[in-house]
Each structure stands twice: as structure tokens, then as C-alpha cells.
């Protein structure tokens, strides 16, 4: 499979590289000086294009020697053209501002969307905008990348408090999440609503569920790599907002104003919102608890942006996210993350190759008490390096770079039986990668490489990966991916955790059994310590007419080896009980599993109506090598409806609802309870006039399932406009309309069913300047 990577990537690039010359550069909004992405500049009377990237960069190659007319046309923006003279073997680079119009176009004969769905491979991935984000209902008045999360394809949401994404089978610790390039160990609130990325200021997000290119590595399902736009270029802005969940502030502007002639710009750009949920919520909504709703979180980011003439540009960044849990004499959980970034693109004078890259440390810490229990707590500080080079042809690109990650960890946890499991290491990853996408005629191959080396564990893995699609007809599209993939970061949480608040990190261990069982009875040597999967997924995609497209994917993840807590631990792993059973001694065991399903989405989108429908069938299990279940977030059915209705003379009314059913989550039933003993005093221990602990005897693992879960959310907006730059969008909002009682948990100890959140209805102001 190596030989057959190597000539794609090398024999698809023979015959390209003629002396012909290129047009290059960048498209920004005139107003903000904001890059514009995903639009298409093409060259007036050619088959000639390209569709700008996430910075708002394109190149046009092989354009013959002569006089030709740039072309732009986006939906929301004035037309543009532009002269330019092209000479043999010559870059040609521009910068181009749009203006923004009032009155959005009806239709665009050229959109980037439709361009990108025929010249690349796009194998589950979504890509998102802030004005995608808020055609959904806002829950607590704010819009928020982790409520967009939940109604995508192949997702699956465990819940309104503490609730978790898992992707396509693939836990949370298996999902990698960017921001501006730094890896994100924990991007979701406890609370489950909020993420801890302001929406206002991402300029785009890519969520790739599965098949992911050799450019991304280290994790075995997901990948969620998010970009921030820069400050304001060009005026100070702002805005403020109040909810009845809480409130947040953003300021913006030049440094150094950006001009169509200047040699350069700089910005900055600083935000913060914090929630007062457990103050407002004793007044407001008590309920829902008559102690008051028990989350708060801070929230506070702040970039640097530096442009240079010819699009070339330096960002610093940096961040603070802390999150509170507060219940009292029963729980209390509490996680702080800090970062410092930084990122760059390098555009060439002579070349059309475009060079990108970041450097990044952060911190996260996380710990959490329980009555009854011992407390447990987790630290992990990371950096990472990436450099990366793209080169354009045409509709062709070839893609290479290396990448460097170390983080270190130190964690204390117990399990169910009460048996320590404690780490501190320190690992670091080397990797490379080679990609390319190449077009030709109605195929779209995109084939990869990708070695990672994980010093700690002295071990290489090779991980190719595939791409193809074929365009049958303009409106009719097939596509298939495979891949390799591995990850050396394992997660602490308990699958018989009611509640997985507590959510710690650690390396992988080295210290396993040496024998991997499957399910079937057979069994293998174990020749690595990491964690592996590999992806196959097949699809189609149909524009069933001009404003109505469907996608179907089909997945099977196989998940060869897991690496996971040992939840039988009985004995300590010494001299003492060397002959003992791994699986009772060793702090984690190997598993394996698999994950298959059926992903289906169907979207309507018309001038100021958007409908969509998603629907997802999956399945999933693991075998710890002594019994096969199904993990806590193996939903079988998933149905997300999703409505948005723009309306009023001045278009300044806004509608928008969804409808979420999920069919139950499995779950650990309880068969009785016991006295516990912890015979501290040995065999002196007198049980019969000491009072012990109380003690669960377990049923099988998820063996039951907990009821169906459905939520309608409704949404209405209001803006008021004050000046071109000023306005003022007042929201009301209804999550869980019909007050469904969703169950959250059933406490063994108390026998009482605690539910979801109950019906919230919210008002939230936001004034932009």
C-alpha cells in the first residue's frame, strides 16, 4: 500500500509544472479587513479558478501569458473585477476588498461550495461558520459551537449537565480539538451548553467525523480544528451582552489601520464571558433546583495579528477557561486551562508554494472531590510545533510538513473497588506527513502518509491514508476513504460513573498485559502500547435540485487495540501477587472494539429559509477480554430537525427551531447492596461491631438501557439597527418547550431518578458597536 501512496503522490505531479504564470493573493471585506474564505475567484471567460482558504488565500496556476479579468462574486457582496497582466513563468499577487451589500444576491452561478464539492474529496467532514452556528435556537441567549456540535451527522450528546460529544463510536479523549493549531484537552463546559470558544470572533471550524487526511494525526475517531479571525483592521468595535445565563464583552480594532496601499496591518482582539447560571438560577429558575443550578464558568481570550503586504501575517494569542461544578457536601468539581500561541503564514515572493505553521503551550488541571470517595485529580501541560507547506496546480495540491507534541501528565484516580491507579510521565510525538490532491477528469484522488513516531514508547506507526470520489454528473457525487490511525493519550473515565464529570488524562502505559482477547476466543501477541484504529467510510452525495442536497455516509471503525482503566483491579501489581490474572492486578487492560452506522443529512437552503434533517443509526461495543458490552454512549437512533425562517420588511426578524430525539443510552443497573468492610485492622478487624460502608453489587456492564431522550427548542430575534455600525439583536429563547423529563441519572444510593433540565425559557440583549 506504501508503493501504490508513493507513485499517486509522486506520478500525479509529473507533467504540472509548465512555465505558465499565476495569480495569487487575498480577499478581504473592505469593512473589517476580515479575510473573506470559501468564496470563488475565477478568471472572466476561462475554466480557470479557485476558491479562497481559511485565511482568504487563493492561487490561479497555469494561466496563460496575457491580459485577463479577476472575478468575484459572493453572496452579501458587491461584484468585483480587476485587470490583470499575466507573463510567462511570472506570480502575479493582489489584494482584493469586497464591499458588503445590503440585499443579499437571490443566486451566485459560482460558488465555492459547489466548486469544493466536485474538486475535493470532503469524506465526513463539516465545515462551520458563526452564521451557521446562530441559525440555531440559542440556548440561554448565545449562540455556541457546542450546541451546532450536537446536530451534526455521527454525533452523539449525552446530556444537558456534564454531557459529553462522542463522535462516530470514538470517546471524547479520541476527538483532537485546534484552536489557531493548539490542541484543546477540554473544549466543553460542565454544564454541556457552552463551549469554551466565543463565537463571535471564529472564522471557521472544520469537524471531521471520521477519514481524516495524513495532515492530521494523534487521535483515532475525530478531529475539530477551529480558527479566530483577527481584530478589527480598520475602526474600534465591540459588543456587549447580557443573558439570563450570563454575560460576555468583546473589544476589537487597528493597531495599524489596513488600506489598499498600505505596506501592512496589525489588530488585536480581546473577549470574556463568564456564567452566573448558579445565582441567576436560585431567582429564575428554582424549579429546575430549589438550591439553584450548580455551574459557573470564565471565559477570556485575547490575539495580536500582524499582516504584511503581500498577505503574509503573525498572530499571538492567548487564553484562561475555568469551569466550576459546586453541589455542596456532595461534589465539587473545578478544571483551569491556560494557553500561549502562536501562528503564522508565510507567502513566498517567488513561489507558489504557501507555508504555514504554530507554536503553543498550555496547561489543564482538573480535580474533584465526592462524598464517600476519594478525590481525584489530573494535570497535563503540552506544546506543540507544526510546519506545513502546500503547493498549488491547478486544481491539484501537494501538501508536506512535520509536527512535534510533548505534554506531560500527572494523575491520581480510584476505581469502583477502591484501588489506586496514579502516572506522572512525560512522552513526546514526532511526526511527518505528505498529502496530495489531485483531480483528474471526474476523479478526485487524495492519497496520504503519515509516520508518528512516540518517543516515550519508542515506537513508529505507519498510518496511510485514501481518499477518492467520482463525479458521475454534475449533481451526482461518490466518495470512499481509509485509513490508519493511533494516539499514545488515554482518558480516566469510569464506565460505571453515573455522571463522567471527572474527566483526567493520561499517557499511555506501558505496563500491559501481553496478550490482546477478542471476542471470538482467539487471541494475539501485543507488538505496541498504542491505541489504534482504522477507518473505512463510503458515500454519496446528490444536489436533488438547486436549493436541496443530500449526503449519505456509511462508517465501520475498528478499534484494534484500546487501552483503558482496569476496572477489576483487585490485587496491587508486586512481587506478592506475581501470579495472578492480569486482568485482576494491572492498572489498564487492552480492549477492542467497533463502531459502524449509517449517517444521513438532508438540507434545504433558500434565501431566508433553511431546513435540515439528520438522521444517524450507529452501533458500538468493546471486549476488556472478559466480557463484551456496549459503552455508555451507544446510541442506536439519532433524529436532529433543525428550522430557521428569516422575516419582517427589514429582514430583522428572525425564527428558528429544533427537535432533537435520541433512543437510550446503556447503562450499569444495580442487582443489590452489601455492608463493605475495608478490614483496615487485617484479620483483628472485628466486623461484627464495626458498622461498614455501603456496598452496590453491579449488574453486567450497560446492560440496561435508560429511556429515550427528545428536546424542542424554539428561538426568536429581533435586531434594531442604530447606525451602519451599530445595532441591537434582543432574543428569546424556550429549551426543553414541552418540559421533557429526560432522566440525567438514577442515584443507586437515594433511589431517585435526577433528570435533565427542565423547561428554560431566557432573554438575552447584545448591543454591537
Same mark, same amino acid.
Given at each position: 500500500?506504501?508503493?501504490?501512496?508513493?507513485?499517486?503522490?509522486?506520478?500525479?505531479?509529473?507533467?504540472?509544472?509548465?512555465?505558465?504564470?499565476?495569480?495569487?493573493?487575498?480577499?478581504?471585506?473592505?469593512?473589517?479587513?476580515?479575510?473573506?474564505?470559501?468564496?470563488?475567484?475565477?478568471?472572466?471567460?476561462?475554466?480557470?479558478?479557485?476558491?479562497?482558504?481559511?485565511?482568504?488565500?487563493?492561487?490561479?496556476?497555469?494561466?496563460?501569458?496575457?491580459?485577463?479579468?479577476?472575478?468575484?462574486?459572493?453572496?452579501?457582496?458587491?461584484?468585483?473585477?480587476?485587470?490583470?497582466?499575466?507573463?510567462?513563468?511570472?506570480?502575479?499577487?493582489?489584494?482584493?476588498?469586497?464591499?458588503?451589500?445590503?440585499?443579499?444576491?437571490?443566486?451566485?452561478?459560482?460558488?465555492?461550495?459547489?466548486?469544493?464539492?466536485?474538486?475535493?474529496?470532503?469524506?465526513?467532514?463539516?465545515?462551520?461558520?458563526?452564521?451557521?452556528?446562530?441559525?440555531?435556537?440559542?440556548?440561554?441567549?448565545?449562540?455556541?459551537?457546542?450546541?451546532?456540535?450536537?446536530?451534526?451527522?455521527?454525533?452523539?450528546?449525552?446530556?444537558?449537565?456534564?454531557?459529553?460529544?462522542?463522535?462516530?463510536?470514538?470517546?471524547?479523549?479520541?476527538?483532537?480539538?485546534?484552536?489557531?493549531?493548539?490542541?484543546?484537552?477540554?473544549?466543553?463546559?460542565?454544564?454541556?451548553?457552552?463551549?469554551?470558544?466565543?463565537?463571535?470572533?471564529?472564522?471557521?471550524?472544520?469537524?471531521?467525523?471520521?477519514?481524516?487526511?495524513?495532515?492530521?494525526?494523534?487521535?483515532?475517531?475525530?478531529?475539530?480544528?477551529?480558527?479566530?479571525?483577527?481584530?478589527?483592521?480598520?475602526?474600534?468595535?465591540?459588543?456587549?451582552?447580557?443573558?439570563?445565563?450570563?454575560?460576555?464583552?468583546?473589544?476589537?480594532?487597528?493597531?495599524?489601520?489596513?488600506?489598499?496601499?498600505?505596506?501592512?496591518?496589525?489588530?488585536?482582539?480581546?473577549?470574556?464571558?463568564?456564567?452566573?447560571?448558579?445565582?441567576?438560577?436560585?431567582?429564575?429558575?428554582?424549579?429546575?433546583?430549589?438550591?439553584?443550578?450548580?455551574?459557573?464558568?470564565?471565559?477570556?481570550?485575547?490575539?495580536?495579528?500582524?499582516?504584511?503586504?503581500?498577505?503574509?501575517?503573525?498572530?499571538?494569542?492567548?487564553?484562561?477557561?475555568?469551569?466550576?461544578?459546586?453541589?455542596?457536601?456532595?461534589?465539587?468539581?473545578?478544571?483551569?486551562?491556560?494557553?500561549?500561541?502562536?501562528?503564522?503564514?508565510?507567502?513566498?515572493?517567488?513561489?507558489?508554494?504557501?507555508?504555514?505553521?504554530?507554536?503553543?503551550?498550555?496547561?489543564?488541571?482538573?480535580?474533584?472531590?465526592?462524598?464517600?470517595?476519594?478525590?481525584?485529580?489530573?494535570?497535563?501541560?503540552?506544546?506543540?510545533?507544526?510546519?506545513?507547506?502546500?503547493?498549488?496546480?491547478?486544481?491539484?495540491?501537494?501538501?508536506?510538513?512535520?509536527?512535534?507534541?510533548?505534554?506531560?501528565?500527572?494523575?491520581?484516580?480510584?476505581?469502583?473497588?477502591?484501588?489506586?491507579?496514579?502516572?506522572?510521565?512525560?512522552?513526546?510525538?514526532?511526526?511527518?506527513?505528505?498529502?496530495?490532491?489531485?483531480?483528474?477528469?471526474?476523479?478526485?484522488?487524495?492519497?496520504?502518509?503519515?509516520?508518528?513516531?512516540?518517543?516515550?514508547?519508542?515506537?513508529?506507526?505507519?498510518?496511510?491514508?485514501?481518499?477518492?470520489?467520482?463525479?458521475?454528473?454534475?449533481?451526482?457525487?461518490?466518495?470512499?476513504?481509509?485509513?490508519?490511525?493511533?494516539?499514545?493519550?488515554?482518558?480516566?473515565?469510569?464506565?460505571?460513573?453515573?455522571?463522567?464529570?471527572?474527566?483526567?488524562?493520561?499517557?499511555?502505559?506501558?505496563?500491559?498485559?501481553?496478550?490482546?482477547?477478542?471476542?471470538?476466543?482467539?487471541?494475539?501477541?501485543?507488538?505496541?502500547?498504542?491505541?489504534?484504529?482504522?477507518?473505512?467510510?463510503?458515500?454519496?452525495?446528490?444536489?436533488?435540485?438547486?436549493?436541496?442536497?443530500?449526503?449519505?455516509?456509511?462508517?465501520?471503525?475498528?478499534?484494534?487495540?484500546?487501552?483503558?482503566?482496569?476496572?477489576?483491579?483487585?490485587?496491587?501489581?508486586?512481587?506478592?501477587?506475581?501470579?495472578?490474572?492480569?486482568?485482576?492486578?494491572?492498572?489498564?487492560?487492552?480492549?477492542?472494539?467497533?463502531?459502524?452506522?449509517?449517517?444521513?443529512?438532508?438540507?434545504?437552503?433558500?434565501?431566508?429559509?433553511?431546513?435540515?434533517?439528520?438522521?444517524?443509526?450507529?452501533?458500538?461495543?468493546?471486549?476488556?477480554?472478559?466480557?463484551?458490552?456496549?459503552?455508555?454512549?451507544?446510541?442506536?437512533?439519532?433524529?436532529?430537525?433543525?428550522?430557521?425562517?428569516?422575516?419582517?420588511?427589514?429582514?430583522?426578524?428572525?425564527?428558528?427551531?429544533?427537535?432533537?430525539?435520541?433512543?437510550?443510552?446503556?447503562?450499569?443497573?444495580?442487582?443489590?447492596?452489601?455492608?463493605?468492610?475495608?478490614?483496615?485492622?487485617?484479620?483483628?478487624?472485628?466486623?461484627?461491631?464495626?458498622?461498614?460502608?455501603?456496598?452496590?453489587?453491579?449488574? +453486567? %456492564? !450497560?446492560? &440496561?438501557?435508560?429511556?429515550? $431522550?427528545? @428536546?424542542?427548542?424554539?428561538?426568536?430575534?429581533?435586531? /434594531?439597527? *442604530?447606525?451602519?455600525?451599530?445595532?441591537? +439583536? %434582543? !432574543?428569546? &429563547?424556550?429549551?426543553?418547550? $414541552?418540559? @421533557?423529563?429526560?432522566?440525567?441519572?438514577?442515584?443507586? /444510593?437515594? *433511589?431517585?431518578?435526577?433528570?435533565?433540565?427542565? %423547561?428554560?425559557?431566557?432573554?438575552?440583549?447584545?448591543?454591537?458597536?
Amino acid at each position: 500500500m506504501k508503493n501504490l501512496l508513493f507513485s499517486f503522490l509522486l506520478f500525479g505531479w509529473i507533467g504540472l509544472f509548465a512555465q505558465q504564470g499565476t495569480v495569487r493573493g487575498f480577499v478581504y471585506d473592505q469593512k473589517t479587513g476580515e479575510p473573506i474564505i470559501f468564496t470563488t475567484v475565477y478568471l472572466q471567460g476561462t475554466q480557470l479558478g479557485a476558491a479562497t482558504d481559511v485565511n482568504g488565500f487563493f492561487t490561479i496556476t497555469s494561466v496563460p501569458a496575457g491580459a485577463h479579468t479577476i472575478m468575484i462574486t459572493s453572496v452579501g457582496y458587491d461584484s468585483l473585477k480587476k485587470q490583470v497582466d499575466v507573463k510567462k513563468g511570472q506570480i502575479v499577487s493582489e489584494k482584493l476588498y469586497l464591499k458588503q451589500v445590503a440585499v443579499e444576491l437571490d443566486a451566485v452561478e459560482i460558488s465555492a461550495q459547489s466548486q469544493a464539492a466536485q474538486k475535493a474529496v470532503q469524506m465526513s467532514v463539516t465545515k462551520i461558520t458563526p452564521k451557521q452556528i446562530e441559525l440555531l435556537p440559542s440556548i440561554g441567549g448565545e449562540a455556541d459551537i457546542a450546541q451546532y456540535m450536537q446536530v451534526l451527522p455521527g454525533v452523539v450528546f449525552t446530556g444537558d449537565q456534564g454531557g459529553q460529544l462522542y463522535i462516530r463510536g470514538g470517546s471524547p479523549i479520541q476527538n483532537k480539538v485546534l484552536l489557531d493549531g493548539m490542541v484543546i484537552y477540554n473544549p466543553f463546559h460542565s454544564i454541556g451548553l457552552f463551549s469554551v470558544f466565543e463565537t463571535d470572533i471564529m472564522r471557521n471550524a472544520d469537524i471531521y467525523t471520521g477519514g481524516f487526511n495524513a495532515e492530521y494525526g494523534g487521535r483515532i475517531s475525530s478531529i475539530m480544528d477551529i480558527t479566530t479571525r483577527d481584530g478589527n483592521k480598520n475602526r474600534l468595535a465591540g459588543k456587549v451582552g447580557l443573558t439570563t445565563f450570563g454575560a460576555k464583552a468583546i473589544l476589537e480594532g487597528p493597531l495599524k489601520k489596513q488600506t489598499e496601499n498600505s505596506s501592512g496591518s496589525s489588530s488585536f482582539i480581546l473577549t470574556g464571558k463568564t456564567s452566573y447560571l448558579d445565582k441567576t438560577s436560585k431567582a429564575l429558575y428554582t424549579y429546575a433546583d430549589s438550591n439553584g443550578l450548580p455551574f459557573s464558568f470564565t471565559d477570556l481570550y485575547g490575539k495580536l495579528s500582524f499582516n504584511g503586504n503581500n498577505g503574509s501575517k503573525f498572530n499571538l494569542f492567548g487564553f484562561n477557561y475555568a469551569d466550576r461544578v459546586s453541589q455542596g457536601a456532595i461534589s465539587n468539581l473545578s478544571w483551569n486551562t491556560f494557553g500561549l500561541g502562536s501562528n503564522f503564514v508565510l507567502v513566498p515572493a517567488t513561489s507558489t508554494t504557501l507555508i504555514d505553521g504554530n507554536f503553543a503551550y498550555s496547561q489543564y488541571g482538573v480535580d474533584f472531590s465526592e462524598a464517600n470517595t476519594n478525590d481525584r485529580s489530573s494535570d497535563i501541560s503540552s506544546f506543540n510545533l507544526d510546519f506545513n507547506f502546500t503547493h498549488f496546480k491547478g486544481d491539484n495540491t501537494f501538501k508536506y510538513g512535520f509536527q512535534i507534541l510533548g505534554f506531560s501528565t500527572d494523575f491520581t484516580f480510584f476505581n469502583f473497588l477502591n484501588r489506586k491507579i496514579s502516572q506522572e510521565a512525560f512522552t513526546t510525538e514526532l511526526s511527518g506527513y505528505v498529502n496530495s490532491t489531485i483531480n483528474k477528469g471526474k476523479l478526485v484522488i487524495d492519497p496520504g502518509l503519515r509516520i508518528q513516531y512516540y518517543a516515550s514508547l519508542s515506537t513508529f506507526s505507519l498510518e496511510p491514508r485514501f481518499g477518492l470520489k467520482f463525479n458521475a454528473t454534475d449533481r451526482l457525487r461518490f466518495k470512499l476513504a481509509t485509513g490508519v490511525y493511533s494516539q499514545n493519550l488515554i482518558s480516566s473515565n469510569a464506565d460505571r460513573d453515573v455522571v463522567n464529570l471527572f474527566n483526567g488524562f493520561l499517557s499511555g502505559p506501558e505496563n500491559l498485559q501481553d496478550s490482546i482477547y477478542y471476542a471470538d476466543g482467539s487471541s494475539k501477541e501485543r507488538t505496541h502500547e498504542l491505541q489504534k484504529a482504522i477507518h473505512y467510510i463510503a458515500g454519496i452525495e446528490s444536489d436533488l435540485s438547486k436549493r436541496l442536497h443530500l449526503n449519505v455516509e456509511g462508517y465501520y471503525k475498528d478499534f484494534t487495540q484500546l487501552s483503558n482503566i482496569n476496572r477489576n483491579k483487585l490485587f496491587n501489581d508486586d512481587a506478592d501477587n506475581a501470579q495472578r490474572p492480569d486482568i485482576l492486578k494491572k492498572d489498564f487492560i487492552i480492549e477492542t472494539g467497533e463502531a459502524y452506522g449509517v449517517d444521513v443529512v438532508l438540507k434545504y437552503e433558500f434565501k431566508r429559509l433553511n431546513l435540515w434533517a439528520v438522521y444517524s443509526w450507529a452501533k458500538s461495543n468493546r471486549y476488556d477480554g472478559v466480557i463484551e458490552y456496549r459503552p455508555i454512549f451507544d446510541r442506536r437512533h439519532n433524529v436532529n430537525l433543525v428550522a430557521n425562517y428569516t422575516f419582517g420588511k427589514d429582514l430583522n426578524w428572525e425564527f428558528s427551531a429544533r427537535f432533537n430525539f435520541g433512543s437510550g443510552f446503556p447503562f450499569t443497573q444495580t442487582q443489590g447492596f452489601y455492608e463493605q468492610f475495608d478490614f483496615a485492622d487485617g484479620i483483628n478487624t472485628d466486623y461484627t461491631t464495626q458498622n461498614g460502608s455501603l456496598g452496590i453489587f453491579y449488574g +453486567d %456492564i !450497560n446492560a &440496561g438501557r435508560l429511556p429515550d $431522550y427528545h @428536546r424542542l427548542d424554539l428561538n426568536l430575534s429581533r435586531k /434594531i439597527y *442604530f447606525s451602519e455600525n451599530s445595532e441591537m +439583536d %434582543i !432574543n428569546l &429563547g424556550v429549551t426543553n418547550l $414541552y418540559n @421533557r423529563d429526560n432522566i440525567f441519572y438514577f442515584d443507586r /444510593i437515594l *433511589f431517585e431518578r435526577v433528570n435533565q433540565l427542565p %423547561i428554560l425559557p431566557s432573554l438575552g440583549v447584545n448591543i454591537t458597536f
